[in-house]
């Protein structure tokens, strides 16, 4: 028994074993059905899910996730799909095609793990990306480590420029926040906030916090 394998783990077997495709349209499904039992309940949130180099370049992405909201009765306005830059460079032709059929579909789509692959700026630019998530590598000692200091702050002040919006990923501590947010980053994703947890304890979290519907609407969740 291997007990909790984490994605570190099991994804680079999936994409090698082809596994991936159907692993990857599970996650779709269960994701917009629980974005469809959000909204009927009143309180809709944007839910995230990865996308792999072998979604995106199979040709059928924008045609499964079309099909997948409609079937669970979703809104396109609460998915949204993270890419790599590494994902995004591969056959960038029918990537861009792929990505732009998204977003005129309603899906917002984020650029994950940024600072991490070799995407030239010219070519995020093209990208319909309305948000960028700072690799955790850069984010762990920006507090230590004066090179990754600066390297956060242009990238904040870079996205801010571009009009895109930017999230810091990995924050375990109060002084990452805090430094994130003298730069203007006041969106975080990391154990400083809350570890992974079931779906029924992460509701039960959000009644705890959140009073009326409303102020829900406004949060970000990822599976």
């Known amino acids: 028994m291997l007990g909790r394998v984490g994605p570190d783990r099991f994804i680079p077997i999936a994409e090698a074993t082809g596994l991936i495709l159907p692993l990857s349209d599970w996650v779709l499904e269960t994701a917009c059905r629980q974005i469809a039992t959000w909204q009927h ?3 809709p949130m944007r839910l995230s899910i990865n996308v792999s180099a072998h979604q995106l370049h199979q040709g059928q992405l924008t045609d499964k996730v079309r099909s997948a909201l409609a079937r669970h009765g979703a809104h396109a306005r609460w998915l949204e799909l993270e890419i790599t830059e590494t994902v995004a460079m591969t056959q960038p032709r029918q990537a861009l095609d792929q990505l732009l059929a998204l977003v005129e579909l309603g899906c917002s789509i984020s650029l994950d793990d940024f600072g991490t692959g070799y ?25 230590d480590d004066p090179d990754d200091d600066v390297i956060v702050q242009t990238i904040i002040g870079m996205a ?11 924050v375990e501590t109060e002084a990452q926040r805090d430094r994130l947010a003298l730069y203007g980053c006041t969106t975080c994703q990391g154990y400083l906030f809350h570890r992974p947890m079931p779906l ?24």
């Open 160 to 170: 801010h420029n571009l009009g895109l919006a930017v999230i810091a990923e990995g």
């Open 119 to 143: 995407s030239s700026l010219a070519y995020l630019k093209a990208l319909p990306v309305s948000k960028i998530k700072i690799d955790q590598s850069f984010v762990q000692d920006i507090t």
């Open 41 to 43: 309940a009143g309180t």
């Open 200 to 223: 029924p304890a992460f509701e039960s979290l959000l009644q705890r916090h959140f009073q009326t519907p409303e102020q829900a609407s406004h949060q970000e969740t990822r599976p």
